[in-house]
């Protein structure tokens, strides 16, 4: 079965049952695998089968659920048709073959293709490349909406229309609130007791109702065709029990003498204005994202035919010359070939000292040139670059469902029908106690509006941005947010060596000749560099590369086998020659006895010596070096005042992984531990208790880096190592590691406090609407009849709060 993944952007949802009801609808489509909605980042995450469902089909039924997909519209000229079948095979190719496209209609007289496309899952230019390898040519634009763009104009467009009907309804409400409020405190003549004033009182509030309370209409009607009830549900409910009655006392006068008017209006305006301001503290949680996106410059300078030109990113091609000049964004990844300079990578790495980049250092889009101008060959553009992988890697975090949000899902599955319940139950009671209808009325108008399942749908996913975010802005990638959750119950971290805790990039230091076989320490680097020559580790290609800067001329290797974790064989010149741990040749070779004690020497030193064996017999030493990661000691440290066990694995022999272990401070040290089983060491340590993030950067880390509840990939490692991974630390250093148990323990305290939040509002403030302080004579009047004005003001602000607190981790300092 194919699977295709894909994040649509959503619009028109009020709160986390919004969420659930897409959610609910998607899932029930044949052909999706899994989805899941996000309130707080207004994303929906689809994996489906392509063969069984299109991706129309899935937009469509977001649409019947009631909500929208942004989507970009691009008109674009299709070159090289020739009769209307090339125009119905564009047409197929577009929607057929390309992930992201909505619908695409190719008219083969005007030669144009109308295509409507998720910006979020393709670009103008992968629709271009599409057509291209369909056999034919489409001329993109110069200049366009960005995707991105595309999505903000669509929530900014939904943000306008609600002020506007929130300005609509402070222009009548407030009218309306004054002269009534003046009427019932007395503060107005004989005159505002006529019956012409309450008519006045309906015009003003119909508008209200009406035109700024419309949306909560059509909400809760969407809602309840879902089979579900939102928070829209309980406004509309709410204030038109207020509106209605206070119609049928206008044109009834036998119900009453007194209307509501102004209850209702002003509950929809305070709401109204909580939701403006909960959407515009939401978009702040996804900051992170949009500072990614302005990392990458629109324009770049590239050297073609001899001349420097200055061309839209979307031209740059893979293998272009790039021109950086000093304090310019570098547009694209690639390798430089003319120049030196040192570059700002502190987006990718969270580190603000710069690095220096010469010929043939990599640079990574969205980082900064210093001083020097740089020229350098592209490498990776578009989705490829770094940065754009960092971009959807956080998209995705912040996009996932942390385990602990289950718990709100629950609560918020059964909320609304519980709060309607609820009201019903209070009207009842105060009824029959006291047989005031209106007073009854008025407390379960104030249960149906101060209940707020918004808070409790906003405390976890808002939190889970800003947090993902934060690591983003230090050089932490979290892969979802199971991982930042997982992150916090650590207790015990397991650091592979080479590349983790040293630099990964060991050198010769030493090369011992041993009398008996060869003539000169020459001829022992010589052998074993030619032996070596068919290796991919590093230690063997440091001798390789010691052996070229002297200059010595190397044998082709025949019969070249590598013994994992032990060494390699090779036919050399006609002689077996051997290279590897000292261990493999204890006992097996002749003269090893005799070198015991140069071994043993250089390994307390911390060096790791490679025996050197010709025909069986040892021929000398090498002794190799791997130098310490500059914060290694203090990353580790920083790991032992978070009450984490630090523990080392290394293929390395027992002294030299002793050796280094005392220099950075590593509480526990296996060593000599061969690649496949260092899966079996950590699950070794969880069965001692510990809950296990393992560090690693290699392919023979991958299966222990699954193995931990969190796998954290040096971001300069393996591409193997990377997909594996929870998280990735990008800057490649040890100092990500702390950081990143921090950033999780700092967002998931975020998570309870918001949930504590939106628990305890809910909790006590829907019994003070339903009356429970009414017998305390002692309290406030407010307090003991809640009015539902109050109850409204509260609602508004209790959503506000929770996004607020989330935005707080991003002033928090990470250590």
């Known amino acids: 079965m194919s699977q295709q993944s894909i994040s649509l952007p959503l619009t028109g949802m009020s709160c986390a049952n919004c969420a659930a009801n897409i959610e609910r ?55 090289g048709m020739t009769c209307a079948n090339c125009a119905a095979n564009v047409e197929r190719t577009l929607n057929k073959k390309v992930n992201g496209v909505i619908g695409a209609a190719v008219n083969f007289a005007s030669e144009r293709a109308s295509i409507d496309y998720l910006p979020g899952a393709v670009t103008i230019e992968e629709i271009v490349a599409a057509v291209e390898k369909a056999g034919y040519g489409a001329i993109a634009p110069e200049e366009g909406m960005a995707g991105e763009d595309a999505e903000q104009a669509a929530r900014s467009a939904e943000i306008r229309d609600q002020t506007r009907k929130f300005i609509a309804g402070v222009v009548f409400a ?47 009607f969407k809602s309840l065709r879902n089979r579900s009830a939102n928070m829209d549900v309980l406004v509309a409910l709410g204030s038109s029990v207020a509106y209605i009655y206070s119609v049928g006392v206008l044109l ?39 500072k990614l996106i302005g990392l990458q410059p629109k324009t770049a300078f590239i050297i073609e035919d001899g001349q420097e030109l200055e061309v839209p990113l979307t031209r740059v091609q893979r293998d272009a010359i790039v021109v950086v000049r000093p304090g310019e964004r570098i547009p694209v990844d690639g390798a430089v070939i003319e120049g ?126 800003a947090g993902t975010g934060k690591g983003a ?56 560099a030619s032996a070596e020559l068919g290796s991919e580790h590093p230690l063997g290609k440091a001798i390789v590369k010691a052996a070229r800067e002297q200059r010595i001329d190397l044998q082709d290797p025949r019969n070249f086998e590598a013994q994992g974790g032990y060494g390699v064989t090779a036919d050399v010149d006609g002689r077996r020659v051997r290279v590897g741990k000292p261990k493999w040749f204890d006992g097996s070779v002749e003269g090893y006895d005799a070198s015991r004690e140069a071994v043993a020497r250089r390994q307390a030193q911390g060096h790791t010596v490679m025996v050197l064996a010709v025909d069986e017999r040892v021929a000398g030493l090498i002794a190799v070096a791997d130098t310490l990661k500059a914060d290694s000691k203090e990353a580790i440290a920083a790991l032992h005042r978070q009450k984490m066990k630090v523990v080392m694995l290394t293929g390395d022999n027992a002294e030299t992984a002793r050796a280094i272990a005392e220099q950075v401070g590593i509480d526990e040290v296996f060593s000599e531990v061969r690649p496949e089983e260092k899966s079996a060491k950590v699950k070794e340590i969880q069965s001692q208790g510990y809950k296990v993030g393992m ?44 950081r990143a148990i921090a950033i999780s323990r700092s967002t998931m305290a975020t998570v309870r406090q918001n949930l504590i939040l939106a628990f305890i509002y809910n909790v006590i403030l829907i019994p003070v609407a339903a009356g429970v302080l009414a017998p305390l004579s002692d309290l406030p009047v407010f307090l003991r009849q809640l009015h539902p004005i109050l109850a409204a003001l509260a609602m508004a602000m209790s959503s506000i709060s929770v996004v607020s607190n989330s935005l707080r981790l991003y002033r928090a300092k990470i250590q």
């Open 252 to 290: 009834a006068p036998a119900l009453g003498h007194h209307v509501y008017f102004e209850t209702s209006a002003v509950i929809i305006t305070l709401i109204k204005l909580g939701k403006l301001l909960e959407a515009r503290t939401k978009g702040k949680t996804g900051s992170a994202i949009r």
């Open 695 to 738: 560090v690693g950067d290699g392919i023979n880390d991958a299966p222990a880096l699954a193995q931990a509840e969190v796998g954290m990939a040096i971001g300069t490692g393996t591409d193997v190592a990377i997909e594996t991974a929870d998280v990735i630390l990008s800057s490649g250093r040890l100092s990500g590691i702390p």
């Open 340 to 465: 030196a300079s040192a570059v700002d990578e502190s987006m990718l790495s969270g580190e603000p000292i710069p690095v220096d980049k010469r010929e043939g250092d990599n640079v990574a889009a969205g980082t900064i040139n210093g001083q020097g101008l740089l020229k350098f060959k592209a490498t990776r553009v578009g989705r490829e670059t770094a940065l754009a992988q960092i971009i959807r890697l956080v998209q995705e975090a912040q996009g996932s469902k942390a385990p602990i949000q289950a718990l709100a899902d629950r609560v918020a599955a059964v909320f609304v029908p519980g709060v309607i319940l609820i009201a019903l139950v209070t009207f009842a009671i105060w009824w029959s106690v006291t047989g005031d209808f209106v007073a009854s009325m008025i407390r379960l108008v104030a249960v149906l509006v101060i209940a707020c399942p918004c808070a409790l749908g906003l405390a976890t996913p808002t939190a889970i941005m």
């Open 473 to 528: 802005e230090n050089g932490v990638l979290f892969k979802k947010a199971e991982a930042l959750e997982s992150a916090t119950r650590l207790d015990a971290v397991v650091l592979d060596k080479t590349g983790t805790i040293t630099e990964g990039k060991p050198a010769v230091v030493d090369v011992v000749h041993l009398d008996g076989v060869l003539n000169t320490s020459d001829e022992v680097l010589k052998w074993a």
């Open 174 to 220: 407030l009218p309306l609130f004054v002269l009534s409020m003046s009427r019932d405190f007395g503060l107005l003549g004989a005159w505002s007791h006529a019956a012409w004033v309450n008519w006045l009182f309906w015009a003003l509030a119909t508008p209200v109702q009406f035109y700024t309370g419309w949306d909560y209409y059509v909400g809760g």
């Open 25 to 79: 609808g998607l899932n029930k489509l044949a052909g999706v695998q899994s989805a899941s909605v996000n309130f707080a980042s207004e994303k929906a995450e689809v994996a489906f089968d392509p063969s069984q469902l299109k991706l129309e089909e899935i937009v469509a039924q977001v649409k019947k659920s009631g909500f929208d997909v942004p989507a970009a519209h691009v008109d674009l000229p299709i070159t």
